[in-house]
């Protein structure tokens, strides 16, 4: 499995991103997004089931991000709406076989793209 993140960038409060994961390879049935800003530890977004595409957030961004995927191409989008100051860091797309808050329980990892919010 490749994971190939994108879609980060600088972004005033209050504004909004779409960060994309392209996936290839079938050997996972879920994709999250974590994120990891800067002396902290890396933190569980959203993720999605890729059989029947549940989702699931922390309660950090709950009504303001959406995970969402493109069935043809394997690719998973985080549309992050009203963004704020503590939303940045790098965000990271992550692989696995079963659902999970956990980043252990993923085993393969995009490079990360930066989200920089402006206050």
């Known amino acids: 499995v490749q994971l190939q993140a994108s879609g980060g960038g600088l972004v005033q409060a209050g504004g909004s991103l779409r960060l994309s994961c392209a996936a290839s390879g079938r050997a996972f049935n879920v994709i999250a997004w974590f994120r990891q800003a800067p002396g902290k530890e890396r933190e569980f977004v959203a993720r999605?089931?890729?059989?029947?595409?549940?989702?699931y957030y922390a309660d950090s961004v709950k009504g303001r991000f959406t995970i969402s995927r493109d069935n043809a191409q394997t690719t998973v989008f985080l549309q992050m709406n009203s963004l704020k100051p503590e939303d940045m860091a790098v965000y990271y797309c992550?692989?696995?076989?079963?659902?999970?808050?956990?980043?252990?329980?993923?085993?393969?990892w995009g490079q990360g793209t930066q989200v920089t919010v402006s206050s």
């Open positions: 999605i089931s890729w059989s029947d595409s549940s989702t």
């Open positions: 992550a692989a696995g076989t079963r659902g999970s808050s956990y980043y252990t329980s993923y085993n393969y």
